[in-house]
Nanobody, 119 residues
Framework: QVQLGESGGGLAQAGVSLRLSCAGSGFSIGGHVMSWYRQAPGKERDLVASIAVIGGGTNYDDSVKGRFIISRDNTKNTVYLQMNSLKPEDTAVYFC????????????WGQGTQVTVSS
């Protein structure tokens, strides 16, 4: 079965770190731009960070620049989001996404993992 599965969310206090993982199964993430999105209650789903297929180029939303780091390990078929200096406004459901490219037409979302940051 082709799917993405997120893990690593939970409850954290402001200032601490969490690392989210997103593992692909049934396909290779190597052919995809991989991204993390988040959706807070009552708000739209927004792009947090993305990482290129080749070369490891990354892109971040301004709200997380300098605090979050996206990375990928294609040998483990997994993408990560290291979240440092967490703030209450980071509270959201975090989703992993595999974008279609010329290498693969799959357009796939994970089920999401909740991150709650208390002040």
């Amino acid at each position: 079965q082709v799917q993405l599965g997120e893990s690593g969310g939970g409850l954290a206090q402001a200032g601490v770190s969490l690392r989210l993982s997103c593992a692909g199964s049934g396909f290779s993430i190597g052919g995809h731009v991989m991204s993390w999105y988040r959706q807070a209650p009552g708000k739209e789903r927004d792009l947090v960070a993305s990482i290129a297929v080749i070369g490891g180029g990354t892109n971040y939303d301004d709200s997380v620049k300098g605090r979050f780091i996206i990375s990928r390990d294609n040998t483990k078929n997994t993408v990560y989001l290291q979240m440092n200096s967490l703030k209450p406004e980071d509270t959201a459901v975090y989703f992993c996404h595999a974008s279609p490219t010329i290498l693969s037409i799959l357009d796939l979302w994970g089920q999401g993992t909740q991150v709650t940051v208390s002040s």
